[in-house]
């Protein structure tokens, strides 16, 4: 089974930026979207965003367009998550996962451990 390690989260004023990476080990991420899912404190989890194996398409909720980036290195096997113009509501654990169209989140059985985002007012 693929084991997700998310990591690069930390805490940041409003208005700044962080990168996330996520590496799998196990089994390659192959020919499969990708997405990032974040959990913010007494919320549910809620997907943030999702690039195609390809790398040339992504989607995003509407509460991040225009200020996160995902992107994937398939040599690599990991995934980005560049977060600009970071707002408080953003804080929460972020998590990447496979990404299927037609799963919703409570359909995922299995994620990594996460990487904390903290942003400050």
């Known amino acids: 089974q693929v084991q997700l390690v998310e990591s690069g989260g930390g805490l940041v004023q409003a208005g700044g930026s962080l990168l996330l990476s996520c590496g799998g080990s196990g089994r390659s991420f192959g020919t499969t979207s990708m997405g990032w899912f974040r959990q913010a404190p007494g919320k549910q989890r809620e997907f943030v965003a999702a690039v195609t194996w390809r790398g040339d398409s992504a989607t995003y909720a509407q509460s991040v367009e225009g200020r996160f980036t995902i992107s994937r290195d398939s040599a690599k096997n990991v995934i980005y998550l560049r977060m600009n113009n970071l707002k408080p509501e953003d804080t929460a654990v972020y998590y990447c996962?496979?990404?299927?169209?037609?799963?919703?989140?409570?359909?995922?059985?299995?994620w990594g451990q996460g990487t904390q985002v903290t942003v400050l007012r």
């Open positions: 996962n496979y990404y299927y169209t037609s799963y919703s989140i409570d359909d995922y059985d299995h």
